[in-house]
């Protein structure tokens, strides 16, 4: 009993079970908290997104990017292992896109985040898009991954985040989402992410 819970306790430690080497963060926007880290699973590794994008309303409440789900895979036999859950709260706007990879055997290792800033007392949205660099697992060649179109409605990128330091890649994300505003309010949902690099065996 006694040894399961210093496993257990352990294990939190690590991000069930993963070693990690960095934490990749940059500025968001300014509403919201944190979620869990969700991980993929052990052995795996982020090579892929989608994003849950609301479009323009109109003269209705924007919110734009919502929530961003990762694919997971192998490092060593690159089978696919599933997608990361999204965020928890359920109230949420808009659709899942289709889903965006590296090429087979790269894997995600930093990321930008493209954020509208506070507009006062007119239409947040805060997060609108994200794009990410993908690295050989073997020899380190990196290139940028970006769903089509390349960009949301609002707001510009800010600066790349840290690489994932080699020998590791990203295995898990934390997302800052703003809770439900009620009908009156002005909702931005996703504010920020966090990613976070596992070492590669
Ligand atoms: C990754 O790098 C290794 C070693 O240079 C190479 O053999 C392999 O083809 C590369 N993988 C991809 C998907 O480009």
Known sequence: MQGGFLLLIASLCVGEGREITKSLSVQGGNWGTWGQVVYCPEGSFADGYKMKIEPPQGFRDDTSLNRVSLSCRDGTTLE?????????????????????SCQRGHFITSFALQVERPQGSDDDTAANF??????????????????????????????????C?????????????????????????????????????
Request: proline share 8%.
């Open 80 to 100: 696919a292992s599933g997608d990361v859950a999204p965020h928890p709260h359920t109230q949420s706007f808009g659709t899942w896109g289709p889903m965006t």
């Open 165 to 201: 330091p080699l020998g590791s890649a990203v295995c898990g994300i934390q997302q800052k989402v703003e809770p439900y505003q009620s009908i009156l309010g002005d909702d931005t949902e996703l504010n920020n992410l966090k990613f976070y690099c596992c070492k590669h065996i």
């Open 130 to 163: 994200v794009k990410f660099t993908c690295r050989n697992i073997t020899n380190g060649e990196s290139y940028v991954m970006i769903q089509q179109p390349g960009a949301g409605y609002w707001g510009t990128y800010g600066p790349w985040s840290e690489s």
